[in-house]
């Protein structure tokens, strides 16, 4: 999830990448750019204003860190001797990682599926989902 969210290639086309925080524009990009930007070639810039990419965002730094509790929890779970105390971390441990699983289907769904919705504005006839993305799954 770390190499996810920090990552710019949660979606590309020629030229240009965009990630959940970033989206970066190379020196040999086609123009016009993408969902009318007019910004300087071969630079990165903030994330674009979407309501969509900022919600994808937040579901993933949840899960991030439910993902780090539930370890926390399960490693607790399995330090500990006491059998009624390990069978307690490993339930709440288990329901953690629920509420990590579901932010991230929900994240992983919202993203295309809105994304879809702004693709007559992308100016470009070839799109494809990175790796970040696929990591993310």
């Known amino acids: 999830m770390v190499m996810s969210l920090a990552s710019t290639d949660w979606l590309l086309s020629s030229g240009w990448r965009q ?4 989206h970066c524009i ?3 990009a086609e ?7 007019e910004q300087e070639l071969g630079n990165c ?3 674009r204003d979407r309501f969509y990419i900022k919600a994808t965002a937040i579901l993933c730094v949840i899960t991030l860190i439910t993902d780090a509790i539930a370890t926390l929890l399960a490693g607790f779970g399995l330090r500990t001797l ?5 069978y307690k971390f490993y339930r709440i441990s288990v329901l953690v990682m629920i509420i990590a699983l579901l932010s991230l289907l929900i994240a992983l769904i919202l993203y295309p ?6 693709l007559s504005q992308g100016n ?3 799109w494809e989902f990175g790796w970040a993305y696929g990591v993310g799954k």
């Open 113 to 118: 599926v809105c994304f879809a919705s702004e």
């Open 26 to 28: 190379s020196i040999d």
């Open 19 to 22: 990630g959940l925080f970033v």
């Open 124 to 126: 470009r006839t070839v």
């Open 45 to 47: 810039y903030e994330g």
């Open 31 to 37: 123009l016009p750019l993408p969902f009318g930007l």
């Open 82 to 86: 006491e059998a009624n105390l390990k």
